[in-house]
Nanobody
Framework: QVQLVESGGGLVQAGGSLRLSCAASGRSFISHAMGWFRQAPGKEREFVAGIASSMKTAYGDSVKGRFTISRDNANNTVHLQMNRLKPDDTAVYYC???????????WGQGTQVTVSS
């Protein structure tokens, strides 16, 4: 059974940084895409960043230039380095791994990120 466990969320002041991590278990994900989504209260879930098995990356427009996604295939982990955080980045962040579309993938339980102004 696939299990994803996120960590690294918390409270940070605007302009600060956080690093999220997601540990995946249950199988090898070397051929899977891995990514992060977020959902703020009252808003739709939003794509944040993704990284393919080829290491090609993609980012949501609102985080380009501030967030960096990386993966460690040896340890089945994906990271999200978040710099220059803004209050608008406040949300629950979810890790996802998939061999197809994001919606059909396996999702973590989420980790709260709160950015104070």
């Amino acid at each position: 059974q696939v299990q994803l466990v996120e960590s690294g969320g918390g409270l940070v002041q605007a302009g600060g940084s956080l690093r999220l991590s997601c540990a995946a278990s249950g199988r090898s994900f070397i051929s899977h895409a891995m990514g992060w989504f977020r959902q703020a209260p009252g808003k739709e879930r939003e794509f944040v960043a993704g990284i393919a098995s080829s290491m090609k990356t993609a980012y949501g427009d609102s985080v380009k230039g501030r967030f960096t996604i990386s993966r460690d295939n040896a340890n089945n982990t994906v990271h999200l380095q978040m710099n220059r955080l803004k209050p608008d980045d406040t949300a629950v962040y979810y890790c996802v791994v998939t061999s197809g579309g994001w919606e059909s993938g396996s999702w973590g339980q989420g980790t709260q990120v709160t950015v104070s102004s």
